[in-house]
């Protein structure tokens, strides 16, 4: 079986744009192909949990056996003809990948017609693939509808271009997920759900830079995913997950600052700083309905109001939900996808001093200077105003997020005792950020006056646990204080 390198990246699109796409695309010969793929895993799933994913494809009646593994748009992949409809479980790397005596069986199946094109564009060679089919597993089934560009030879740099250029011809949208992916969501029934933060696992060996490109890829693929939630149905959840993978990308930016460098690099930040708070007033709205409203009216008795609150607060939400996934369907989020991944992949800042150095001592550095900035900013916790309590939940939010990008390099367990002391100090912050936030945020929905009514006392008694608030935050940071680093 024979290992190799892909360089892919993949567009969800709608069948009506596929004809703009081919057309917008240089010329070649067209060759359509319809493809039959199963994709095979153990009965408790032990290739997915893996990060690899094993398929089976018959074509004219020849079979060819593919493993993947990785993340991001750069995957290791294996591939070896094969002679039977099941794959051959001695091929490389599957042994090493299965546990001793494991049996595969059929997961799901994909079936696609392909259009498929070859061209030289700037140097590079580029294979283009529109296909068009479904995911089934199951009683369930997908549609699919995507564009992939494939580097066969030449320099990467080619391939953004080439999807700038597409992009500007039709609406795509850069997606992290391949079929294998949507396979097995489709089967957890996790295919429509909104996305979490997946762990990162870094190579103890691996330099700065590729570390930095597995933090960011992950980032930029929970933006992806829950964008393109929202665009099928927008929900709270997609809305929050979609802002936390933008924070988390913000964050790689100041945890790997002292590796990049570059003009580019203020303009990602601007970027994804527009993204964030694009999604800022739907969270707001989303935390007073959840965590102020909601027991208030499951009280014994209820402020005078709650319903006529309910019914404009709901309103108000279901409007800023709407504005996320415009943002998430607007031309602005697609381009910020393409160029933020061509930066990450191709970035002059690859090259920056530091970059290629291995990333333990950079990490343990990192972190320093974070739980630095974070103490400096300490005395907040108790004596500071709500601008330094802010400031202050930020920094604790960075290193947070910090710490879990670098778990894999110093083991689950130190790492989870000392996020437990550091998530203590966040989420009291968070509460009081809350409290600053709801006034103005409920002062611009122009409610009606009994609304309005249950709105102040609902905040006036929230306001009233404040200085409970602050000596709890001063006892966290304390806690923190005395919390054992796990870094070296």
């Known amino acids: 079986m024979a290992g190799d390198r892909e360089i892919e990246l993949k567009f969800a699109c709608g069948p009506e744009d596929l004809a703009a796409v081919l057309a917008a695309a240089p010329a070649g010969d067209d060759e359509t192909r319809e493809l039959i793929?199963?994709?095979?895993?153990?009965?408790?799933?032990?290739?997915?949990?893996?990060?690899?994913?094993?398929?089976?494809?018959?074509?004219?009646?020849?079979?060819?056996?593919?493993?993947?593994?990785?993340?991001?748009?750069?995957?290791?992949e294996h591939e070896a003809a094969i002679e039977g409809l099941a794959p051959d479980p001695d091929l490389e790397p599957l042994p090493s990948l299965l546990p001793q005596g494991a049996t595969l069986r059929p997961a799901f199946?994909?079936?696609?017609?392909?259009?498929?094109?070859?061209?030289?564009?700037?140097?590079?060679?580029?294979?283009?693939?529109?296909?068009?089919?479904?995911?089934?597993?199951?009683?369930?089934?997908?549609?699919?509808?995507?564009?992939?560009?494939?580097l066969k030879s030449g320099e990467p740099a080619a391939l953004f271009a080439l999807a700038r250029e597409l992009s500007a011809a039709a609406p795509l949208y850069l997606a992290f997920d391949g079929k294998a992916a949507r396979g097995q969501a489709l089967v957890a029934g996790d295919d429509q759900k909104a996305r979490k933060s997946q762990p990162v696992d870094l190579d103890e060996d691996a330099t700065v830079a590729e570390a930095f490109r597995t933090v960011a890829g992950a980032a930029l693929a929970q933006i992806a995913a829950n964008a393109a939630a929202l665009r099928l149905q927008p929900n709270p959840e997609a809305v929050h997950q979609m802002r936390v993978g933008a924070r988390r990308f913000r964050s790689a930016l100041a945890t790997f600052k002292p590796a990049l460098q570059g003009e580019a690099l203020e303009a990602v930040k601007a970027d994804f700083k527009w993204l964030g708070h694009s999604c800022d007033a739907a969270r707001n709205l989303d935390a007073f309905a959840e965590e102020t409203l909601k027991p208030a009216e499951a009280g014994v008795e209820p402020p005078p109001g709650a319903y006529a609150l309910r019914?404009?607060?709901?309103?108000?939400?279901?409007?800023?939900?709407?504005?996320?996934?415009?943002?998430?369907?607007?031309?602005?989020?697609?381009?910020?996808?393409?160029?933020?991944?061509?930066?990450?992949?191709?970035?002059?800042?690859?090259?920056?001093?530091?970059?290629?150095?291995?990333?333990?001592?950079?990490?343990?550095?990192?972190?320093?200077?974070?739980?630095?900035?974070?103490?400096?900013?300490?005395?907040?916790?108790?004596?500071g105003d709500d601008e330094a309590r802010h400031h202050l939940r930020i920094e604790a939010k960075k290193l947070r997020y910090a710490?879990?990008?670098?778990?894999?390099?110093?083991?689950?367990?130190?790492?989870?005792?000392?996020?437990?002391?550091l998530k203590d100090l966040q989420e009291v912050l968070g509460e009081l950020n809350d409290l600053v936030t709801a006034e103005p945020l409920l002062a611009g929905l122009d409610l009606p006056p009994e609304a309005a009514f249950a709105a102040g006392e609902l905040v006036g008694g929230k306001a009233a646990h404040k200085p409970r608030l602050i000596h709890a935050a001063q006892k966290a940071f304390k806690g923190l204080e005395a919390a054992e680093p796990f870094w070296g």
């Open 37 to 76: 793929s199963v994709y095979f895993d153990t009965p408790d799933l032990a290739l997915q949990k893996a990060g690899a994913s094993l398929r089976v494809r018959e074509h004219k009646g020849r079979r060819v056996q593919t493993l993947k593994r990785g993340q991001g748009l750069v995957r290791e």
């Open 311 to 383: 019914k404009g607060l709901d309103a108000a939400r279901r409007e800023a939900w709407e504005r996320a996934r415009e943002t998430a369907g607007s031309e602005r989020f697609r381009a910020l996808m393409i160029d933020a991944a061509a930066w990450v992949e191709t970035g002059p800042w690859r090259e920056a001093p530091g970059a290629g150095a291995p990333i333990g001592g950079f990490a343990d550095k990192a972190l320093k200077r974070h739980l630095k900035k974070l103490a400096k900013r300490g005395r907040a916790a108790g004596g």
């Open 403 to 421: 710490a879990e990008a670098f778990t894999s390099l110093y083991g689950r367990k130190p790492v989870r005792r000392y996020l437990g002391a």
């Open 109 to 150: 199946n994909v079936r696609v017609s392909r259009r498929q094109r070859t061209f030289r564009y700037r140097g590079a060679e580029i294979e283009l693939a529109l296909d068009q089919g479904e995911v089934s597993g199951g009683d369930r089934q997908r549609p699919i509808c995507e564009v992939e560009l494939e």
